[in-house]
């Protein structure tokens, strides 16, 4: 759960980036490098709407989806590409942490 989101866009990348920088009030790293907390926040870019995809079934362009954007109060999964860069947030449930704990302890006896 992050408690601050600040927002900018790109204006010159086609389709346009968000850009997020997210603060969140209680960390738990699962798996990885140990982060360095010493700056709570992590920078998170997420491409726009505007490009095109395939539709499976008529196999033509269609626009693609529009992406659902970071909100407060809601738990996330971040999967980090460096210590303070989010490659990809998954939204979860509180249901959802005793098993990744579980996937990830038994990832790390291996």
């Known amino acids: 759960m992050f408690i601050s989101l600040h927002i900018g866009m790109s204006t010159r990348a086609l389709p346009p980036t968000d850009t ?38 008529t196999h033509k362009l269609i626009p693609a989806p529009e992406p659902k954007r970071p909100k407060i109060g809601q738990l996330y999964l971040a999967l980090l590409d460096s210590p303070q860069q989010i490659k990809q947030l998954v939204e979860i449930k509180e249901d959802d942490i005793d098993a990744l704990r579980q996937v990830a302890a038994e990832h790390k006896s291996r």
């Not at 603060?23 to 790293?29: G, Y």
């Not at 798996?31 to 010493?38: A, T």
């Not at 726009?48 to 079934?57: A, C, E, L, R, Y």
Request: no cysteine.
């Open 20 to 57: 997020y920088t997210l603060e969140f009030d209680k960390l738990d790293q699962l798996y990885g490098l140990p982060i360095k907390n010493e700056e709570p926040h992590f920078h998170y870019l997420q491409i726009g709407s505007g490009g095109q995809i395939v539709d499976p079934k």
